[in-house]
């Protein structure tokens, strides 16, 4: 019983491995690449307020929320990222660092001049997203699929084949793409929004903030008939 065992096994695989051979043999293996650019929405910034004391340092938190509550920026769109207090400093001894969203309705240029205060340390870009992204990395990555059926139609026309059945579908892997990183002002020297250059003659407008870039790859295999 075992020996007949083993030889259906070695028939099946003998067997399978004949079938992908032939596969392999009559299979057309093409990537299809699509990009897109989506214009931002969103964009997350970092903030960071300092004082003397706690008395001043809550005082100063106050006055960020107001300011930020007059743009236009909701409560629920402002987190808490970490407090300092630094023990050997003869004059700023804390810190306090949050998160606040914007959208593309609020006026970013005004916001900025508004935190152009003394008790706020920094304001630069965390993250620029769109509320959308999920459906348009679907639309890029139909698009590649696409495109991968496509270069093969014209490859195996060029031959006087034609394509057949998909056999495989694999979406390559490219982590660049699929994470939205903190993007530049379009303008070499605001790619660091800092105070310091908040100018008021300066866009600080969704307008002048570079689109988020998407870029999936699908590769696939074809049947050849």
């Known amino acids: 019983m075992k020996l007949k065992h083993f030889l259906l096994i070695g028939l099946l695989t003998f067997g399978s491995l004949i079938n992908a ?5 009559n299979a057309i293996e093409v990537t299809g690449v699509a990009e897109m650019e989506v214009e931002p929405d969103e964009i997350i910034f970092n903030i960071g307020i300092k004082a003397d004391n706690k008395n001043d340092l809550a005082d100063n938190e ?23 207090q630094n023990l050997y400093s003869k004059t ?3 810190t306090k660092n949050f998160q606040f969203k914007v959208n593309a309705k609020t006026n970013v240029s005004k916001l900025f001049e508004d935190l152009n205060q003394k008790w706020v340390t920094n304001l630069n870009i965390s993250e620029v997203k769109n509320t959308k992204i999920a459906d348009f990395r679907k639309t890029v990555k139909i698009n590649a699929l696409k495109a991968a059926r496509e270069k ?31 993007m530049a002002y379009k303008s070499a020297k605001m790619s660091n929004v800092q105070l310091e250059s908040a100018d ?14 998407l870029k999936y790859s699908i590769k696939t295999r074809y049947e050849i008939l």
């Open 152 to 182: 093969a139609d014209y490859l195996l026309e060029s031959i006087g084949k034609k394509t057949g059945n998909p056999i495989e579908i694999v979406e390559i892997e490219d982590y660049m793409s699929d994470t939205i990183v903190p």
């Open 200 to 213: 008021a003659g300066v866009d600080y407008s969704f307008d002048n903030i570079e689109n988020i870039k």
């Open 62 to 84: 106050k006055k960020l929320f107001e300011t930020l509550k007059n743009n236009g920026v909701k409560n629920e769109d402002i987190k808490f990222k970490s407090m300092y």
């Open 92 to 94: 700023t001894k804390f």
């Open 21 to 25: 051979q032939e596969i392999k043999k």
